[in-house]
């Protein structure tokens, strides 16, 4: 009898059953409304932050002589108000939600350390970008939307470059896979790519999270793979091995760079978009800081959020585009279209595998699950032979 494509997918999704396909449901349903609430909240704390002219009392602190030092503290301190006022609106969707959903079993206290580190780091980060940007508003005139744009991308990848050795290690431990069969199997796989074994890691993912993951972090000298320790508990051999090669194929595919492009392309957007709207909106919340005062720092901050979050589609269909090219490269390279398939039905814990084409288009990063296998499961047909080793 003739391999049915259609007939395999559904026999993966039959595995889910309907209680856990409800749960998922939910979830993902939920983090779309939370969206929404994201941008009410972003807008509230922005007028409690103007209303009550914490910015401007920092601002008169400081001598004019000092610019730069002006930007950065304003920009600071807003970095520090605005997240102590979003805490609890914080605590709920990354912390007891994920908890009630199961998503996570990080302590309280533990998930309150990290964000003050990670507070900390964005920051200080935050701060000299925003004084970037307010030097470029100040002398480049009415095109600083376009040099702002550049100076992102700059930012982005000095960022990717940094992360891996000074800033991921801050929040996860990471460590060469064990001695064993997986590690032989993953270095095996790095090898023929022309990865290095000592950019292939796995880290203490389940200190934040229960989900099934992996990632490639990282550009140049400090790029790197790691897969989570959630994974390497949960995964057969088979279902690392094809894990691993979709990552390995975000890497050699070069998919970091391709969202430097797209990040710094939705910058220009939005600079642009907010450098036309930002007297309208600095009306409305009640501030009279112009354009190049720091002092209207959280009106510019909601703007690119703003703009930001109404070109998430865009987005999230180029990142689609990556991963199906990782998926297929995964398919290609290590021929196990069955474990691929087994290791996508353990994201549909908190990815909703069945969504539409209209809900897929605007809020997934991924394909849904059921497409994913929909199509291994027609790379099999197309090579009866692939899965003959499992």
């Keep these: 009898m003739a391999f049915d494509p259609a007939a395999a997918t559904q026999a993966y999704m039959d595995t889910l059953g309907p209680e856990a396909l409800e749960l998922s449901r939910a979830y993902t349903l939920g983090n779309h409304w939370l969206i929404l609430a994201g941008l009410v909240v972003s807008a509230l704390v922005t007028w409690v932050i103007v209303k009550t002219g914490v910015l401007d009392r920092v601002f008169a602190l400081l001598s004019d002589r000092w610019q730069n030092t002006r930007v950065f503290v304003v920009a600071a301190v807003y970095s520090v108000v605005s997240a102590i006022l979003t805490l609890p609106f914080s605590i709920y969707t990354d912390w007891w939600r994920e908890s009630e959903y199961g998503r996570t079993s990080q302590p309280l206290s533990d998930f309150l350390s990290q964000g003050a580190i990670g507070l900390v780091v964005s920051a200080i980060l935050g701060s000299f970008l925003f004084i970037g940007v307010y030097f470029l508003i100040r002398r480049a005139g009415k095109l600083w939307w376009l040099w702002s744009s550049g100076l992102v991308a700059g930012f982005a990848a000095i960022s990717l470059l940094l992360s891996p050795v000074f800033i991921e290690p801050l929040f996860n431990e990471y460590t060469p896979i064990p001695e064993g069969e997986v590690r032989d199997a993953v270095h095996a796989l790095g090898a023929e790519a022309g990865i290095p074994s000592e950019r292939i890691f796995m880290y203490d993912g389940s200190r934040q999270s229960n989900n099934f993951t992996a990632n490639v972090s990282g550009i140049g000298s400090s790029a790197r793979i790691a897969i989570s ?94 991963e199906r090219e990782a998926d297929a490269y995964s398919l290609e390279t290590v021929n196990l279209p069955d474990a691929l398939s087994g290791a996508l039905i353990k994201t549909a814990e908190y990815r909703y595998p069945l969504a539409g084409p209209v809900e897929e288009t605007l809020f997934y990063t991924h394909p849904t699950v059921e497409n994913r296998v929909r199509t291994a499961m027609e790379w099999k047909a197309a090579n009866p032979t692939a899965d003959a080793e499992q």
């Design 229 to 322: 320790d959630v994974a390497m508990d949960q995964a057969s051999l088979d279902e690392v091995k094809a894990v691993t090669g979709h990552e390995i194929g975000h890497y050699v595919l070069g998919h970091v760079w391709r969202m430097i492009g797209v990040i710094s392309l939705m910058a220009l957007f939005g600079f642009f978009l907010t450098a036309k709207t930002y007297g309208w909106f600095a009306a409305r919340f009640g501030t009279s800081a112009e354009l190049s005062d720091v002092r209207g720092v959280a009106v510019l901050t909601f703007l690119i959020g703003l703009f930001f979050t109404l070109a998430q589609p865009m987005l999230n269909g180029i990142v689609r585009v990556g």
